[in-house]
């Protein structure tokens, strides 16, 4: 089973407000992930990172921000919540060009 | 656009029957495809997975047909049973780039005991 790790795992908040989604890894990956995924529905790629002092921007457009300062950390950040935000976000993590990706349990977010 | 088509988007089998997912791609620079596997409330997992120098792929009761010719694949799982429900997705990926996996719409697959 995969250390990777997401907290917290359920988040309601109100309008406006600012939030950081976390993700750590344990295994020393360099690659990092973040999707959103509506429930039951199909993974949509919102940021990536190669490594520390990376991030790229995904598939989907987001209007969240990400960071890569340590290798094992790579946390989401909403600056002001919307209920369009509502939805569960993955993290996962891969080896550097490995094709795994190892995903965490996510975070179900509910934005009132 | 998107890079990998799947269906069913749901599927009913009963104990013991066979379940078929299909997948299909376009980009001919796709050389590894995977298949995860996702229960309620956790994250999706690799299952089992597959690269286009093999037609076929079997890990227990799981298996990847792949038909490079008609960019294809499918996942069959073979004496279903209630504890494989699950949502099912297969992926593709390429090793330029950003090596980046591409998703598919998913398969929410329910066994009936």
């Known amino acids: 089973e995969a250390d990777i790790y997401q907290t917290p795992r359920y988040l309601v908040i109100g309008t406006g407000k600012k939030i950081t989604l976390e993700c750590s890894q344990t295994?020393?990956?360099?690659?990092m992930y973040w999707y959103q995924q509506d429930p039951g529905m199909e993974l949509h790629l919102i940021h990536y990172?190669?490594?520390?002092?990376?991030?790229e921007k995904g598939d989907l457009s987001s209007e969240s921000t990400v960071s890569r300062i340590r290798t094992e950390h790579f946390p989401l950040t909403l600056e002001s919540a919307r209920p369009s935000h509502t939805s569960q976000y993955l993290c996962?993590?891969?080896?550097?060009?490995?094709?795994?990706?190892?995903f965490g349990p996510g975070t179900r977010l509910l934005v009132l | 656009q998107q890079q990998v088509k799947q269906s069913p988007q749901s599927l009913i089998v009963q104990k013991g029957g066979i379940s078929i997912i299909n997948c299909a791609y376009e980009?001919?620079?796709?050389?590894?495809f995977p298949w995860y596997q996702q229960f309620p409330g956790k994250g999706p997992a690799l299952l089992i997975a597959?690269?286009?120098?093999?037609s076929e792929k079997k890990e227990g009761r799981f298996t990847i047909s792949f038909n490079k010719s008609a960019k294809q694949f499918s996942l069959h799982i073979m004496d279903s049973q209630p504890g494989d429900s699950a949502t099912y997705f297969c992926?593709?990926?390429?090793?330029?780039?950003?090596?980046?996996?591409?998703f598919g719409t998913g398969t929410r697959l329910t066994v009936i005991p």
């Open positions: 992926a593709a990926s390429m090793k330029t780039g950003a090596n980046n996996l591409f």
């Open positions: 295994m020393g990956h360099d690659k």
């Open positions: 980009n001919t620079a796709f050389d590894y």
């Open positions: 996962a993590s891969s080896e550097s060009r490995g094709e795994t990706q190892y």
């Open positions: 990172s190669y490594g520390v002092n990376s991030t």
């Open positions: 597959i690269r286009p120098d093999v």
